[in-house]
């Protein structure tokens, strides 16, 4: 088990060091190309950055409108309402499951109606008439506990761009005013992003993780919102399945949750 690190959105840059001379007629290096840590690292920090890449002034609020089940698991629908971003202009969909390293296109051509929902025009030709010609897009998931879903709507000419995602079954616990949330960023929670909410501006926390025998304490700030974010990958040598344990202490909260990680 390791926390890869505690990451604070909008935090200073780190200096950077300058390159060192290479001698005359010296081989140019060959890239390195990034370790698995690196990798998880940067799939946490652009998942905490998603919603905040929106075009300024456009906000969307995605709505739960169907809950079912199939075959004994959660089957649930949403719609969006988007505002704030133009209607004169066609625009992809993008996705980002958790069982991808990066997102992807899922159709082009959507556009927003007046009363804010998306959906395919009547009279389009694009990639959304093969599976929704004039209608409403609606979004159906089928999640597992704490699985985050990433999208975006960007604009033919890259000029709005909707960033939001949603997490249908989320693994919250609450204490006093504090919030612990737990966000599963692979399908075996071989990667697990952290939010503590509800803390004190700049406040010390200790965050203390534990799976079999492995324990691992830290100290971070909460940011000026009160909040936190950590990313842990909880895997333990030997072990193909555990129970992690998480515990947040702040000044006067200390939520507590616990996953388990190796099963889907």
Request: include cysteine.
């Given at each position: 088990m390791?926390?890869?690190?505690?990451?604070l959105?909008?935090?200073?840059q780190a200096a950077?060091?300058q390159p060192?001379a290479k001698?005359p007629g010296?081989?140019?290096?060959?890239p390195?190309?990034?370790s698995?840590?690196?990798?998880m690292?940067k799939?946490a920090?652009?998942?905490?950055d998603?919603d905040n890449?929106t075009?300024?002034?456009a906000?969307?609020e995605v709505?739960?409108?169907?809950?079912?089940q199939?075959?004994?698991k959660?089957?649930?629908?949403?719609?969006?309402?988007v505002?704030?971003?133009?209607?004169?202009?066609l625009?992809s969909?993008?996705?980002?499951?958790?069982?991808i390293?990066?997102?992807?296109?899922?159709?082009?051509?959507?556009?927003?109606?007046?009363d804010?929902?998306?959906?395919?025009?009547?009279?389009?030709?694009?990639?959304?008439a093969?599976?929704?010609?004039g209608?409403?897009?609606?979004l159906t998931?089928t999640?597992g506990i704490g699985?985050?879903y990433?999208?975006?709507?960007i604009s033919?000419d890259?000029t709005s761009?909707v960033?939001?995602?949603i997490?249908?079954a989320p693994?919250v616990e609450q204490?006093k005013?504090?919030?612990?949330e737990i966000?599963?960023?692979?399908?075996?929670?071989?990667?697990?992003?952290?939010?503590?909410?509800?803390?004190m501006?700049g406040?010390?926390?200790?965050?203390?993780?534990?799976?079999?025998?492995?324990?691992?304490?830290?100290?971070?700030?909460a940011n000026p919102?009160?909040?936190?974010?950590?990313?842990l990958?909880?895997f333990?040598?030997?072990?193909?399945m555990g129970?992690?344990?998480?515990v947040?202490?702040?000044?006067?909260?200390?939520p507590?949750?616990a996953f388990?990680?190796g099963s889907?």
């Amino acid at each position: 088990m390791a926390i890869l690190g505690v990451c604070l959105p909008a935090a200073g840059q780190a200096a950077k060091q300058q390159p060192k001379a290479k001698p005359p007629g010296a081989a140019p290096a060959q890239p390195q190309p990034p370790s698995d840590e690196e990798l998880m690292q940067k799939t946490a920090q652009a998942t905490i950055d998603w919603d905040n890449s929106t075009t300024k002034g456009a906000k969307v609020e995605v709505q739960l409108i169907k809950k079912d089940q199939a075959e004994g698991k959660p089957v649930m629908q949403y719609r969006l309402k988007v505002s704030g971003a133009p209607r004169n202009k066609l625009y992809s969909l993008m996705a980002w499951p958790i069982t991808i390293p990066q997102p992807a296109p899922m159709m082009d051509g959507l556009a927003i109606a007046a009363d804010g929902t998306v959906g395919c025009p009547p009279d389009s030709n694009r990639s959304c008439a093969q599976h929704m010609k004039g209608a409403e897009l609606k979004l159906t998931y089928t999640p597992g506990i704490g699985e985050i879903y990433r999208h975006a709507l960007i604009s033919e000419d890259h000029t709005s761009r909707v960033f939001f995602s949603i997490v249908p079954a989320p693994m919250v616990e609450q204490d006093k005013a504090c919030s612990l949330e737990i966000v599963r960023l692979s399908p075996r929670f071989e990667l697990a992003l952290i939010r503590g909410k509800g803390f004190m501006s700049g406040e010390q926390i200790t965050f203390h993780t534990q799976s079999y025998q492995e324990v691992h304490d830290q100290q971070p700030k909460a940011n000026p919102q009160g909040e936190f974010w950590a990313t842990l990958s909880p895997f333990v040598k030997g072990r193909t399945m555990g129970t992690t344990q998480v515990v947040v202490r702040g000044k006067s909260c200390a939520p507590t949750l616990a996953f388990e990680w190796g099963s889907e």
